[in-house]
Nanobody, 125 residues
Framework: QVQLVESGGGLVQAGGSLRLSCTASERTFSNYGMDWFRQAPGKEREFVAAITWSGGSTYYADSVKGRFTISRDNAKNTAYLQMNSLKPEDTAVYYC??????????????????WGKGTLVTVSS
């Protein structure tokens, strides 16, 4: 059982930046591809970004492309989401998730094996 803990959320003004972290309890963190999803109030959970086990491939939702960057440090069992040029519509609970698909990017919630509990990001206008 892999436990994922997100941190780094908070309140930021539009145009600002935040970096989210997701730390895994599993020593074999590199066995998993990692994704970030988000869920705004009243909306379905949506894909944000994904990274393969080595960090060699990444993929982004169109809504965040060019503004967000996903990365990982396997030595620290941690994945990151750097969020720049934040907009009010980025306000949501952000979740990290792990998939057993190491080399193929997966963007669906059903493709995730483990989830964190989420961290709230609020962007004020």
């Amino acid at each position: 059982q892999v436990q994922l803990v997100e941190s780094g959320g908070g309140l930021v003004q539009a145009g600002g930046s935040l970096r989210l972290s997701c730390t895994a309890s599993e020593r074999t963190f590199s066995n998993y591809g990692m994704d970030w999803f988000r869920q705004a109030p009243g909306k379905e959970r949506e894909f944000v970004a994904a990274i393969t086990w080595s960090g060699g491939s990444t993929y982004y939702a169109d809504s965040v492309k060019g503004r967000f960057t996903i990365s990982r440090d396997n030595a620290k069992n941690t994945a990151y989401l750097q969020m720049n040029s934040l907009k009010p519509e980025d306000t949501a609970v952000y979740y990290c998730a792990a998939t057993t698909s190491r080399r193929t990017i997966i963007t669906t919630t059903s493709g995730m094996a483990y989830w964190g509990k989420g961290t709230l990001v609020t962007v004020s206008s």
